[in-house]
């Protein structure tokens, strides 16, 4: 939503050519931007080469279509508090999945012990058994 609001900016503004003052900065998105301000209005050139305001030119349609973009975005997207309490409910339940595995697992290895443990009782059982038959018969 950024960048389109960004896209939306840059055109918008770019409808007027006055400037006065200038200052550059850099965005986190990396867009590098030049504002230019006359009139409390300001103005954006871009250095992108995807921008829809290459030489000025503010086209009313594409003003409009940038409008309904963010109202789309704007309703298809959640509001910041309802994300953040979904991505805590996700990290909960993410560790209580680990917390249910690492259980499961434990369980798991202590069913595997023992039923080695009952094997080798079995396997003795059986040695014994075999050796009282021999004594039995002879």
Do not use: W
């Not at 003052?21 to 954006?44: D, E, F, L, N």
Request: glycine share 2%.
């Amino acid at each position: 939503m950024f960048h389109v609001v960004c896209a939306l900016t840059r055109t918008l503004l770019c409808a007027f050519p006055e400037s006065t003052a200038r200052h550059t900065h850099t965005h986190t998105h990396t867009h590098t931007h030049t504002h230019t301000r006359s009139m409390g209005v300001p103005k954006v050139r871009s250095k992108c080469s995807s921008l829809i305001c290459l030489a000025g030119d503010v086209n009313h349609a594409t003003i409009e279509e940038l409008r309904r973009e963010i109202e789309q975005l704007k309703t298809n997207t959640v509001p910041r508090r309802k994300f953040d309490d979904l991505h805590s409910e996700y990290t909960t339940l993410k560790d209580s999945v680990a917390q249910l595995k690492a259980s499961f697992n434990k369980k798991l290895l202590d069913l595997m012990t023992e039923i080695d443990e009952e094997k080798k009782i079995r396997l003795n059982m059986q040695v014994e058994i075999d050796r009282v038959k021999k004594l039995a018969m002879s």
